[in-house]
């Protein structure tokens, strides 16, 4: 961890609107280019245009798997990031920032929050020091921070002059200018950032070349303006170029779903879950095998509700259907999620957690819904819920879920959040000989039947399933009790059966479910400190077991992934060593220890939580977990950062 | 439009079923099961081609008195239950029926943008004023000061006009029927069925149990002077509803002005019959074509999706194309 070189995290921020993602885009695609490893933590407000947003670039030699809150290298425009960041750049980092911030006030910053702008004012009066840009500054530097002043609109002119163009032409490659002073204060290889331009802007010379120009500048500028040898922090492009893609959360999933078949998903328009139906949109038909064309149909429906519905009438059909929502969306989804629980409909809900109740930060993340996912709809029928951990389980568990939902004919919820969402890494393209589609029980009828008994009691309580549309299949589906072949009833002991008929599938799928899909440990299997934990936290849990190892102290985390039907036994034999449990959940409540000690009996001894709605850092996880081995830690312990 | 494929000439009694009824006696969907019943013996259609999508609510029922694929969905819900059904599997005759309730009531959302994609498939409202499965609030369709016999007081609520809204948000075929008139609305529910868009069809009806104001013997007109039945049929005027092919907006506009004189019309004369007849907006399905050129031919449920080892058929090598770095 002390190694300065490959092993960097930079950040940039700035108002919505004005370019933070193009920037990072670039970063990433640089490094990326360069054979590095590259994770991407994206933060933003729920507003198009000029709020403060910033993307941390997290780049090393061998893939790492969560965002630092600590960050070596910040790069600013404004002073809404200067006011927001400086204080999370560590001693012997670096920070660019605008001339013509120096003298700007704390309490001029429109957007800072009330709360931020007097804790801040606040921090630096203990310190002495001015509630002003300038005051933020001396601070970092008293921590051993480098601040490197930039008159942006010089170095444009000075591109513009270069160039010969006018100055609005040359400030149109403002995020370049930074991305490549960041690069170029590293010494990384400029020829992976013209790929990288190549990469943003394929097919477009004009502004490639614009853009290639001003990364000459910035190297330039750098090399003649700043002494660098204070920051020692650098990147060396790699030798050994794997085969790799840059991709996020949203679009993994949606990937996964085209390999499983899935050929129809509904949508309503929501945060985090939006960018995946509209990237399915965007490829709605691709290629097939033989020359073929598959496709998706996509429809955008009117509200959640819809979506759901219109999904299970696809389902009906025998079309693999699914929708994606979050939290407000999957709330109107409840009686639509019953109706396809009673009739054994398969259908798969992509569940992006965000921060609730209700409307909640919408573009936040949290591990709020897992009670909801586990409990929506009134009674009680069968229900499959996955939960994955990064973004190849979101790939794999994507399609995974159509062969659940097939196979037990049932709704499966497949359970992520906005940091999945959004988390951007490089990858390895994924191995579709890895994807089985089982389309479970699908009944052939005699064509000359009249009525088929869909819903025929059977020991595994799974029942052939007639696609609508099957001569011979006729029968009828209802949100009612109903007889073997659909007929709504309220018989007892018609009810009686079917419920337990229904019920049974969970039985069979706990059963046949191989425990590495619903559960996978990482770190010393042996170690007694037990972490018990869920969905995205996966990534901090793992680099802050790394530097537990390295200081000595054994642990395991038990990843659950499969949490309806529950994995009681299994946890149950885990767990009887386990000393101390420590529950680690994005959510105040600790939902999954408490689902735990329902099913178990078995309390954790700790929980460790965070509801801010932002990530978990390998940092403050250490940090909980230290102190939890070292005995003098609270039994709830709850990890905050006003910093972020 | 459907695909008549059946081998002999089909009867009603082809589309019935030996199960017991449980609506009222006098209830107006049983004539209204009757029609739906004779048309699809009409068009020839096989039970197992026909999806009957049932709402909540008596008429919700209606789909266990068919012996085709019967979908009983959630109150409010018709609608995007059968639009999911007909775009996974546009073989399928599609056919929702549900109450005014229902429909207009906790549907009214789905019902307006049920109108903007012209789905090929028909809707029947089953319209009795009245709630009658929760026994008999005022629907969505009873006009303000009425009192029905369940309400303590007159209605303080105003009364959506049905026709109005269909014709407001797209839908392409618009009819009214009177549920006693059997042979007049098979009619009607053939035209509906064939016509290739979104056909709305408002069924007038009574429900003996719980609507005592607008009954068999008011549908009949004995209590007018002229003793006649107060439905008149639009086909027996020079009213037009046709739109045809490649008519543009001002010929639409025009048929509006048309649609609007008769469709307020209430009390002693009520106008029934088509009401629009529009075939110069495109269809969903065709829409659709022009992002998935080959819709028809592989719809979604028919699209092989497994290789005969079970292996996606789907190459994602174009998708990581776009994302490749090194």
Not at chain 1, 117 to 126: G, R, S, V
Not at chain 2, 180 to 209: R, W
Not at chain 2, 285 to 314: F, H
């Amino acid at each position: 961890m002390n190694n300065k070189n490959n092993d960097l995290a930079w950040r940039v921020g700035g108002p919505q609107g004005s370019g933070v993602d193009t920037a990072a885009g670039i970063f990433q695609r640089a490094c990326a280019v360069g054979g590095l490893s590259v994770l991407g933590r994206r933060e933003y407000y729920s507003n198009i245009m000029g709020r403060h947003s910033y993307f941390d670039v997290r780049v090393s030699h061998r893939p790492v798997h969560v965002h630092r809150d600590r960050v070596q290298l910040l790069t600013t425009f404004e002073s809404e990031s200067l006011a927001r960041h400086a204080v999370s750049v560590i001693e012997g980092g670096a920070l660019f920032y605008a001339a013509k911030d120096t003298d700007v006030e704390v309490t001029e910053i429109t957007y800072l929050d009330p709360r931020a702008k007097q804790d801040l004012i606040a921090y630096l009066e203990e310190r002495g020091l001015p509630p002003t840009m300038a005051g933020v500054l001396e601070d970092a530097r008293d921590r051993g921070v480098q601040t490197y002043e930039a008159d942006y609109d010089q170095i444009v002119q000075l591109l513009a002059d270069d160039l010969n163009v006018a100055h609005a032409l040359a400030a149109r490659t403002m995020n370049t200018l930074a991305v490549a002073m960041s690069l170029a204060l590293v010494e990384y290889q400029r020829k992976y950032v013209y790929e990288a331009l190549e990469k943003t802007w394929p097919g477009r010379q004009k502004i490639i070349d614009l853009n290639v120009a001003a990364v000459d500048l910035a190297y330039a500028f750098v090399r003649d303006t700043y002494d660098t040898s204070m920051f020692e922090y650098r990147l060396t492009p790699s030798d050994v170029k794997e085969p790799c893609i840059l991709l996020n959360g949203n679009q993994a999933v949606a990937m996964g779903k085209i390999a499983a078949g899935m050929t129809f998903q509904s949508y309503y328009p929501i945060s985090p879950a939006t960018d995946e139906s509209v990237y399915l949109e965007a490829h709605t038909t691709f290629p097939a095998g033989n020359g073929d064309e598959g496709s998706v149909l996509v429809v955008q429906t009117e509200d959640e509700i819809s979506a759901v519905c219109m999904a299970a009438g696809a389902a009906l059909t025998g079309a693999r259907s699914a929708t994606a929502t979050s939290g407000p969306g999957f709330a109107l989804m409840a009686e639509g999620l019953g109706w396809a629980g009673n009739n054994e409909v398969p259908l798969v809900i992509t569940l992006y957690q965000r921060g609730g109740p209700s409307t909640g930060l919408p573009t936040r993340s949290e591990q709020g819904d897992l009670w909801f996912a586990l409990n929506a709809g009134h009674g009680e029928f069968p229900r499959i819920v996955l939960a994955s951990g990064d973004l190849d389980e979101a790939f794999y568990d994507a399609a995974e879920a159509f062969n659940y939902a097939d196979r037990y004919q049932t709704v499966v919820v497949h359970i992520l959040d906005k940091t999945l969402s959004s988390k951007t890494m490089t990858m390895p393209p994924y191995d579709l000989e890895k994807i089985t589609i089982d389309r479970g029980e699908i009944a052939t009828p005699d064509p000359d039947n009249k009525l088929f008994p869909r819903f025929a009691v059977t020991e595994s309580g799974i029942s052939p399933r007639p696609l609508l549309g099957t001569p011979g299949g006729m029968h009828w589906l209802t949100g009612g009790e109903h007889t073997p072949v659909g007929r709504v009833t309220e018989d007892p002991v018609v009810r009686e059966a079917q419920m337990e008929k229904r019920m049974r599938k969970m039985e069979t799928a706990a059963r046949e479910i191989p425990i590495d899909e619903k559960l996978r440990i990482y770190g010393d299997p042996d170690a007694a400190f037990t972490i018990l934990s869920w969905g995205s936290n996966k990534g901090g849990i793992r680099e802050a077991m790394e530097q537990l190892a390295e200081e000595g102290i054994a642990a395991r985390l038990v990843q659950v992934r499969l949490m309806s039907p529950f994995p009681t036994p299994e946890l149950e034999e885990l767990f009887a060593s386990a000393t101390p449990l420590v529950a680690v959940e994005a959510n105040f409540s600790g939902q999954l220890a408490q689902v735990l000690r329902q099913h178990t009996g078995i309390a954790c001894d700790h929980l460790v939580v965070k509801y801010n709605g932002r990530p978990m850092s390998g940092r403050e996880l250490h940090e909980a977990f230290k102190s939890i081995h070292e005995g003098n830690a609270e039994t709830k312990i709850v990890l905050r950062n006003p910093n972020e | 439009m459907t695909t008549a494929t059946a081998d002999r000439k089909l009867t009603a009694k082809d589309f019935q079923v030996p199960f017991p009824n449980d609506w009222c006696p006098g209830c107006g969907d049983f004539g209204i099961l009757n029609s739906l019943q004779q048309a699809f013996a009409r068009l020839g259609l096989e039970a197992h081609r026909i999806a009957v999508v049932g709402g909540i609510g008596c008429s919700g029922k209606a789909p266990y008195y068919f012996p085709v694929y019967g979908v009983h969905t959630l109150h409010g819900r018709l609608l995007p239950f059968a639009q999911g059904i007909k775009l996974a599997n546009p073989e399928m005759t599609v056919v929702g029926v549900g109450g005014d309730g229902d429909g207009l009531g906790i549907g009214a959302g789905h019902f307006v943008h049920a109108g903007r994609r012209n789905i090929d498939m028909t809707y029947i409202m089953f319209n009795n004023e009245v709630y009658g499965l929760t026994k008999g609030q005022a629907a969505p369709t009873l006009a303000l000061g009425l009192q029905t016999k369940s309400l303590s007081s007159p209605n303080i609520q105003g009364q959506l006009n049905p026709l109005m809204m269909a014709m407001t948000v797209g839908f392409t075929w618009i009819g009214r029927g009177y549920s006693y008139n059997v042979k007049k609305v098979t009619d009607l529910i053939v035209q509906a069925i064939e016509h290739p868009g979104m056909s709305f069809l408002d069924i007038l009806q009574p429900c003996p149990t719980y609507n005592n104001l607008h009954t068999k013997d008011w549908y009949a007109g004995k209590d007018l002077d002229s003793g006649q039945p107060r439905v008149y049929w639009l086909e027996d005027t020079d009213y037009d509803p046709l739109v045809p092919e490649g008519a543009d907006d001002a010929v639409l506009n025009a048929k509006a002005s048309d649609f609007m004189a008769r469709v307020h019309e209430w009390g002693a004369e009520i106008p029934a019959g088509v009401f629009l007849d529009n075939r110069s907006t495109t269809t969903f399905a065709e829409r659709i074509e022009t992002r998935i050129g080959n819709y028809r031919e592989q719809p979604p449920n028919k699209r092989s999706i497994a290789d005969e080892n079970g292996k996606p058929t789907a190459d994602l090598t174009t998708l990581f194309d776009e994302l490749r770095m090194t």
